[in-house]
């Protein structure tokens, strides 16, 4: 059984960092894309980064570049979000996802590309 574990979310002032971790078990990932998104309050679903288990290629959301880092550490099953120069713009519920690899890796910034879900961690940016 796949589970996917999202911890490191809090309450933390605007310009402060957080690192959130993706705990991944229940199957070898070694093929799949790892991405993490988010969702605010009345808001959709939507992408912020995601990694390449096996090659660790990364893309992320303009709205996140140059602030977001995405790393994963496969000794350890774990993906991990490292967030800096966080606002009040980013709080929102954090998600872990894992999704077979296959196709265009832009593709993997839509929802639909991924199977596996996490229940997702809560991020509070104060202003």
């Known amino acids: 059984q796949v589970r996917l574990v999202e911890s490191g979310g809090g309450l933390v002032q605007a310009g402060g960092s957080l690192r959130l971790s993706c705990a991944a078990s229940?199957?070898?990932?070694?093929?799949?894309?790892m991405g993490w998104f988010r969702q605010a309050p009345g808001k959709e679903r939507e992408f912020v980064s995601l990694?390449?288990?096996?090659?660790?290629?990364?893309y992320h959301a303009d709205s996140v570049k140059g602030r977001f880092t995405i790393s994963r550490d496969a000794a350890k099953n774990t993906v991990y979000l490292q967030m800096n120069s966080l606002t009040p713009e980013d709080t929102a519920v954090y998600y872990c996802?894992?999704?077979?690899?296959?196709?265009?890796?832009?593709?993997?910034?839509?929802?639909?590309?991924?199977?596996?879900w996490g229940q997702g961690t809560q991020v509070t940016v104060s202003s």
């Open positions: 229940g199957r070898s990932f070694g093929k799949y894309v």
């Open positions: 996802a894992a999704g077979e690899g296959s196709g265009s890796l832009i593709d993997y910034s839509h929802r639909n590309k991924y199977y596996y």
């Open positions: 990694i390449t288990w096996s090659g660790g290629t990364t």
